[in-house]
């Protein structure tokens, strides 16, 4: 995307009749940096459960394989693609610096963590990709759910001051992204005359997290506030407060959902492939793997955890019509996939967007195969934001 003002959305605002104004849905994809596989969701995972090692990648995360990813998706008309962090991951940024490298107009919307790097070390990396890549960068601010992973980082806060040490630190980034002088004495950080050159588009910020806390600091900061994939009712009620608590402060956000699909031209071709997904693993691996999961710190990821039943089986799995859990079992973040045919991927994606969510950032399993089935497959049948 190569415009120079940010694209304005109302994310499903309300209308004077009090009916949400439906938004042109804007379609983004998914990087696999702990690498990919056709028949094993167990393969590649970012994490481990009672020392047992996730299983090696079918595909590995080489510049080869994921540039071959970019290169397709920004091809097929996604806007962006998401580059995630995590324990087992290749680093985001080194990553994404040498895709810019494989294409053109696509966006990147790079994992950002507060409290790693000081934040006008941050700043200055975030401008100097920016002006790189040509205008296409936008951030997912990863606060940190799990606290076991933050200390192997050698950050050993709490989750809630974690949120208030993130607040802080994107009032000093923005404030150096607009080219002002900084001066700073706060509870996390003592800046003193930092100052980087105005950046002509500055980065979307992309927030998200189901805990007051994240959703006070979302209202505050964010310009997308980002879920998982709860059933549409659910995450509509979810966003709802976000929205009301945004609107006390004079903000509009844009809202969007990460989900997994599986889509076919039938409803049985999709639910063959989600049941063969799940087919292998092993039960002992499932098990710690949902411990692990409602023990978490992070209250989203104990929400999707709780969507998932106690077996593997489609009616243990799908949640509501089309939205099945069963990525959830053995790996953390997104649990959940939109599975049907074209049409019925279509339907639950406008539910969505009826609930207020304009964005979808979506993956599937190889992430290569799937970003086509979506894009040929399900993408004609949307109204969609022309990139």
């Known amino acids: 995307m190569t415009v120079t003002e940010p694209i304005v959305h109302t994310g499903g605002q309300p209308r004077p009749g009090g009916q949400p104004e439906l938004q042109r849905i804007i379609l983004d994809w998914f990087i696999p940096l702990t690498g990919d596989s056709r028949t094993d969701l167990s393969q590649g995972s970012a994490m481990t459960y009672s020392g047992q090692s996730a299983a090696s990648p079918t595909r590995a995360p080489d510049i080869g394989y994921l540039a071959q990813i970019a290169r397709a998706v920004e091809h097929l008309g996604y806007h962006a693609v998401l580059i995630p962090t995590g324990g087992r991951s290749e680093e985001s940024w080194t990553v994404t610096s040498a895709l810019t490298q494989h294409t053109r107009e696509l966006d990147f919307l790079v994992a950002f963590r507060p409290g790693l790097v000081s934040p006008t070390l941050q700043a200055e990396i975030a401008a100097t990709f920016q002006r790189v890549s040509g205008d296409r960068l936008r951030v997912n601010v990863v606060v940190g759910g799990d606290d076991a992973e933050q200390r192997s980082y050698g950050d050993r806060i709490g989750k809630d001051d974690r949120y208030r ?64 994939g709860e ?20 903000r509009t956000l844009r809202y969007g959902v990460r989900l997994h699909v599986i889509a076919r031209p039938t409803s049985e071709e999709a639910w063959r ?31 999707q955890a709780e969507l998932v039943g106690g077996g593997l089986r489609r009616e243990d799995l799908e949640i509501v019509p089309g ?51 979506f894009a040929e497959g399900v993408a004609p049948l949307l109204e969609l934001e022309p990139r």
Do not use: C, M, N
């Not at 492939?273 to 710190?297: K, M």
């Open 165 to 228: 040490r993130a607040a802080e630190y994107l009032s000093i980034v923005r404030r150096l992204w607009s080219g002002a002088r900084v001066d700073h004495a706060g509870e996390f950080y003592t800046i003193e005359g930092a100052q980087l050159p105005r950046l002509d588009r500055v980065p979307e910020i992309y927030l998200g997290g189901s805990s007051e806390a994240a959703i006070e600091v979302a209202a505050e900061h964010a310009d997308v506030y980002l879920s998982w």
């Open 231 to 250: 059933p549409p009712a659910q995450a509509g009620a979810k966003i709802d407060r976000v929205r009301a608590r945004a609107a006390e402060l004079g």
């Open 273 to 303: 492939i989600a049941d063969e997904l799940v087919a292998g693993l092993d039960p002992e691996v499932v098990a710690a793997a949902r411990a692990s999961f409602l023990a978490s710190a992070s209250v989203g990821q104990r929400r």
């Open 323 to 373: 939205l099945w859990a069963g990525v959830g079992l053995v790996r953390g973040g997104a649990g959940t996939a939109l599975v049907g045919s074209f049409e019925e991927v279509a339907r639950l994606i406008r539910e969505y967007r009826a609930a207020g969510f304009v964005e979808f950032v979506l993956s599937g399993y190889p992430h290569l195969e799937e970003a086509y089935w």
